[in-house]
């Protein structure tokens, strides 16, 4: 079936640090892929999407390139921030539009 | 703003009550609602399809009569934890696709926890 794998944290870094949580995806179709982000205490945000092979997501310096040869949907950012301190989540949408997600990757920066 | 509205964010309840959650689409109508529930430390999983007008789709696993849904207009779906137990305690949080199935829109979240 349709499954997301991503790489379990929990992740701990120091401040302006280069980050990279792995994520590949069981490919049926063409799914849309997605990270998501969970800050603590509160629901899911949009952290970015591709639709499409080649298409790369980038948001808030965070990047994700969708790997249609490979099935991978790899999160980066160059230098992260305390702020950045959460939980992400990889996910692929199923036809009908629900969701199928990663395990969840907690990432921690420390200044 | 907020597009989808997710009510209440938290709440304790003791053993055997019920607990009602709302989802609400602020800004468009939702024919298709979703419920994920999502353990301690653990991803969240799909529990149900919320279908306004008719009849919730649940996962396997999910108990139908334990976990209520009742989408009665486009804009408001509910999940009732009937006899809720301790081992129901989770976050439950909702969604509301976009169109074109590329994006959804999730509520807060609602911390359950049962005493």
């Known amino acids: 079936g349709n499954s997301v794998t991503q790489m379990e944290g929990p992740v701990t870094l120091s401040e302006e640090a280069f980050l990279t949580i792995n994520c590949t995806y069981t490919a049926t179709g063409y799914p849309s892929l997605f990270w998501y982000v969970q800050y603590p205490g509160e629901g899911l945000q949009l952290l970015l999407k591709?639709?499409?092979?080649?298409d790369k997501g980038s948001n808030k310096g965070f990047e994700a390139t969708y790997r249609k040869e490979t099935t991978s949907f790899h999160l980066e950012k160059g230098s992260v921030q305390v702020s950045d301190s959460a939980v992400y989540f990889c996910?692929?949408?199923?036809?009908?539009?629900?969701?199928?997600f990663g395990p969840g990757t907690r990432l921690s920066v420390l200044p | 703003g907020a597009v989808v509205s997710q009510h209440p964010s938290w709440v304790i309840c003791k053993s055997g009550t019920s607990v009602k959650i709302e989802c609400r689409s602020l800004?468009?109508?939702?024919?298709?609602m979703f419920w994920y529930r999502q353990f301690p430390k653990q991803s969240l999983m799909l529990m149900a399809t919320s279908n306004e007008g008719s009849k919730a789709t649940y996962e396997q696993g999910v108990e139908k009569d334990k976990f209520l849904i009742n989408h009665a207009s486009l804009t408001l779906s509910t999940l009732t934890v009937t006899s809720a137990h301790p081992e129901d305690s989770s976050f439950y949080i909702c969604s509301v696709p976009s169109g074109g199935a590329t994006e959804a829109f999730f509520g807060q979240g609602t911390r359950l926890t049962v005493v």
């Open positions: 591709a639709t499409k092979a080649d």
């Open positions: 996910a692929r949408n199923n036809y009908g539009q629900n969701f199928v």
């Open positions: 800004d468009f109508q939702a024919t298709t």
